[in-house]
């Protein structure tokens, strides 16, 4: 596998569910990214990991909660979700922060999620 | 702090015509500029970026972006639209250096018709 993959690429839950997704990269960088895409709506930056620590959380609700338990995987557990939490939801990675690059984000191909 | 305009959440162009996305920007610091393309159910693929140097940029399938400070834009430009070029085209900024302002603040996107 190469560049960021994302699994499942479709997910169907109901509300009272735990699921997981998963993303993962393969190109060395030490910085990931979770983003919300809904329809009509911007692209809304929901956590962000550098170095494997968390540093930045846009008042994202608490049913949401990402783990990076290394540089290459990321995680965002979800719980009790609302139909509105139905998206694309779409993972990046980049070199970190100050690091060499020039935050360029590479994004995975998404995983669809309906909430019922 | 930085922030994105994309003016036209939907262009539409007939094939073989020229095609312009516009995109201003607004950035404290000098910027780092990016111009993503997402077809439907896909993530975000990088078609071009601005970081120093040379301020009319090339990048994949034709297109091309040029940066200008004195306007601060960074238009997406293609001679000729291809029916493949049909997606939705996002415009991004960076502040170039660490923090939080390494974080891409993305426009709202346009969504780009290609008519026969």
């Known amino acids: 596998e190469t560049g960021v993959t994302q699994t499942p690429r479709h997910l169907v839950m109901g509300m009272t569910n735990k699921k997981s997704l998963k993303c993962e990269q393969h190109?060395?960088?030490?910085?990931m990214y979770w983003y919300k895409q809904s329809a009509k709506k911007p692209l809304e930056l929901m956590f962000v990991?550098?170095?494997?620590?968390?540093?930045e959380n846009n008042s994202v609700p608490s049913r949401f909660s990402p783990e990076c338990p290394n540089s290459s995987h990321l995680f965002l557990h979800l719980h009790t979700l609302q139909p509105e939490d139905s998206a694309l939801y779409l993972c990046?990675?980049?070199?970190?922060?100050?690091?060499?690059?020039?935050?360029?984000?590479?994004f995975g191909p998404g995983t669809r999620l309906t909430v019922l | 702090a930085q922030s994105v305009t994309q003016l036209g959440s939907h262009v539409s162009v007939s094939e073989g015509a020229l095609v312009l996305l516009r995109c201003n920007y607004s950035?404290?610091?000098?910027?780092?500029l990016f111009w993503y393309v997402q077809y439907p159910n896909q993530g975000l693929q990088l078609l071009l970026k601005?970081?120093?140097?040379?301020?009319l940029v090339k990048g994949i399938n034709g297109f091309e972006a040029e940066f200008k400070k004195s306007e601060t834009s960074f238009h997406l430009t293609k001679p000729s639209a291809h029916m493949s070029d049909a997606a939705e085209y996002f415009c991004?900024?960076?502040?170039?250096?660490?923090?939080?302002?390494?974080?891409?603040?993305f426009g709202k996107g346009t969504k780009l018709s290609v008519k026969p």
């Open positions: 190109l060395g960088h030490n910085a």
């Open positions: 950035s404290s610091v000098p910027p780092y």
């Open positions: 990991y550098s170095l494997e620590e968390r540093v």
């Open positions: 601005y970081t120093t140097g040379a301020t």
């Open positions: 991004a900024v960076s502040g170039g250096y660490g923090g939080s302002q390494g974080n891409l603040i």
């Open positions: 990046a990675s980049s070199h970190p922060f100050g690091g060499p690059g020039d935050n360029e984000q590479f």
